[in-house]
């Protein structure tokens, strides 16, 4: 079985700062894929980032990187140039390969203030 | 723009009247999933389709039924809804069941009070 694991309920940043969420996992899969997905207030969940595990480079999107290191089954995002639509709850999530759900973790709530 | 459709975005039952929710993709994605989100939580996995095969997790109580009845259209039954089922319903899909990384595209969500 999969657990994902965000450790940090909620975190605040400044506009134009870096900010770093945490997430841990755990899994008994040799390949699975990682996201982390963005939940604005009242908007829809949107993905911001994957990786592949087999993959060692980490994935970067724009403003959004991860630091993914396998050996600790971690998988943090970090958000460089914090802006104020940043504001969201922010999932990691887990899925195996084939057909596996996906599970998630239990939410970092980002607030990004002027 | 492709999209998953959910309808409506709020959703105000009795306690015990049946409600269904709609969703609907034009992403012609073979796969739909269910989630139930409460406050501050993450999404719950209630089922999913894969084509027309329903999928049910082993916690979902039976007072949630879904159906399919095309690739496109997808809805929840809800037949005696009670103060816990509360929540936003999330509807998501995910192009392919197999391999690869298939991400899921969620909906908007309904929200559903329960009265």
């Known amino acids: 079985a999969q657990t994902v694991t965000q450790s940090q309920p909620e975190m605040s940043v400044q506009e134009a700062e870096t900010v770093t969420l945490s997430c841990t996992y755990d899994t008994s899969e040799n390949n699975y894929y990682l996201f982390w997905y963005k939940q604005p207030p009242s908007r829809q969940m949107i993905l911001v980032i994957r990786q592949e595990a087999y993959k060692q480079q980490n994935a970067t999107e724009n403003r959004f990187s991860v630091n993914f290191q396998k050996a600790a089954k971690s998988f943090s995002l970090k958000i460089s140039d914090s802006q104020l639509g940043d504001t969201a709850m922010y999932f990691c999530?887990?899925?195996?390969?084939?057909?596996?759900?996906?599970?998630f973790g239990t939410g970092t709530r980002l607030l990004v203030s002027p | 723009d492709a999209m998953v459709i959910q309808n409506p975005r709020y959703q105000v039952t009795q306690f015990g009247k049946p409600v269904t929710l709609s969703c609907s993709q034009t992403?012609?994605?073979?796969?739909m999933y269910w989630y139930q989100q409460k406050s501050s939580q993450a999404p719950k996995l209630l089922f999913h389709y894969y084509d027309k095969d329903f999928n049910n997790e082993a916690d979902t109580p039976d007072n949630f039924q879904s159906r399919r009845p095309n690739t496109s259209f997808c809805f929840l039954d809800i037949r005696s809804p009670g103060l816990g089922d509360a929540a936003m319903y999330l509807c998501a899909t995910s192009g392919l069941a197999g391999g690869g990384v298939n991400e899921q595209f969620f909906g908007p969500g309904t929200r559903l009070t329960v009265l």
């Open positions: 992403l012609n994605h073979n796969v």
């Open positions: 999530a887990s899925r195996g390969t084939g057909f596996q759900k996906l599970v």
